[in-house]
DNA sequence: GTCTATAGCGAGATAGAC
DNA sequence: GTCTATCTCGCTATAGAC
């Protein structure tokens, strides 16, 4: 990786973590300039505005997700391993999601307010999300809309979990109800 | 109502809106003092900081809420007419729940980041939903923790179900999972 | 490609007349 | 209690040296 990139990719890091951590509105161009620890002047050179950082933010989560479910993919042969993953993935990151909620939930809850360049970008980190819950449930036997629905299902649960989690800041809240969301995969198709 | 108090109350009523349909840290003091119609310097007299305001629009959203639910308590005699009340209340605002999110979740989820003061207070409004909600199950025959994890499971979905319609901007999302709710009412205990 | 310096604006908050 | 005028600060963004 070129020294330009690798500088680019630190800066999207950095602002990640602040627009996750405080919100986008509220972090301060400064504000990522210290967590980044280069020059104001230089992190302008890589992007002209906030806004460009932002889109850069959200498309980095793009490729991210991409990855990780592409991983599952190679890792797991069972759609309901591949689901139970999913979940534990839940579990296993309880105290971020607990003490600032949902990466993309709440950054799109928050820019969906106002911005609908920025509301778009979250959207298609939703989308992948719900297609690859979708297709597991549909490798799992169900009806192409029963998939659906089940993903829309789960994936919606899981927002309200890290929502009501957050409010509460109760890591216990988070992982009894996510734990309740393994139901979902045992049940019994058209039960 | 005095003079002052209904100058007060104007207030709160054009921050509480905008706080909804833009968030709090998007809205500008400018902005509230133009939704209002009143000079900056009078609102400053009745509002020291926007931080003032925003406690004080927290307060008003409690008092609201447990308005909401007295009226409802007192004009449906049945818990199960309560309930599908409370769901078809959500029905009533999909228009804005889908454009803006629900009120006090993206609130809390955007404060929740940075401010514990105003976390614990977002924390009462759903407090008081909560409790509603669980003694309304609890008077359908539930026990006392069934009722709680009926309660939280409603009150976690409807959460969910904001922030997805708000991330798809799709009411027809909203009205469908929101109908979903009503099973949970109508389900037999003990299933 | 990275830095320092600064421009220009709008934010939240204050002072004082009426 | 309401107004106008103003202060100060921190924000985003730009300019230009190295």
Same mark, same amino acid.
């Given at each position: 990786?070129?020294?330009? +990139?690798?500088?680019?990719?630190?800066?999207?890091?950095?602002? @990640?973590?602040?627009?996750?951590?405080?919100?986008?509105?509220?972090?301060?161009?400064?504000?990522?300039?210290?967590?980044?620890?280069?020059?104001?002047? @230089?992190?302008?050179?890589?992007?002209?505005?906030?806004?460009?950082?932002?889109?850069?933010?959200?498309?980095? =989560?793009?490729?991210?997700?991409?990855?990780?479910?592409?991983?599952?993919?190679?890792?797991?042969?069972?759609?309901?391993?591949?689901?139970?993953?999913?979940?534990?993935?839940?579990?296993?990151?309880?105290?971020?999601?607990?003490?600032?909620? $949902?990466?993309?939930?709440?950054?799109?809850? +928050?820019?969906?307010?106002?911005?609908?360049?920025?509301?778009?970008?979250?959207? =298609?980190?939703?989308?992948?999300?719900?297609?690859?819950?979708?297709?597991?449930?549909?490798?799992?036997?169900?009806?192409?809309?029963?998939?659906?629905?089940?993903?829309?299902?789960?994936?919606?649960?899981?927002?309200?979990? $890290?929502?009501?989690?957050?409010?509460? @800041?109760?890591?216990?809240?988070?992982?009894?109800?996510?734990?309740?969301?393994?139901?979902?995969?045992?049940?019994?198709? @058209?039960?």
């Amino acid at each position: 990786m070129k020294q330009g +990139e690798q500088t680019k990719l630190s800066i999207i890091k950095a602002a @990640n973590k602040l627009f996750y951590q405080q919100g986008f509105h509220k972090t301060a161009f400064s504000d990522i300039v210290k967590e980044v620890g280069l020059s104001k002047g @230089n992190i302008t050179y890589h992007f002209k505005s906030k806004d460009d950082i932002l889109t850069a933010v959200i498309e980095h =989560r793009v490729e991210r997700t991409k990855q990780i479910l592409t991983t599952w993919d190679q890792d797991y042969a069972n759609a309901d391993t591949r689901l139970l993953c999913f979940i534990d993935s839940l579990i296993d990151g309880k105290s971020a999601l607990t003490r600032y909620g $949902c990466p993309n939930g709440t950054l799109a809850s +928050e820019l969906g307010k106002s911005n609908e360049l920025t509301r778009q970008l979250s959207h =298609r980190v939703f989308d992948l999300i719900r297609q690859w819950l979708s297709t597991q449930f549909l490798a799992l036997g169900y009806s192409s809309e029963q998939a659906n629905d089940r993903a829309l299902d789960l994936f919606t649960r899981g927002q309200g979990i $890290c929502v009501l989690a957050q409010v509460y @800041n109760d890591e216990d809240i988070f992982e009894l109800q996510v734990n309740h969301l393994k139901a979902l995969v045992s049940e019994k198709i @058209n039960s």
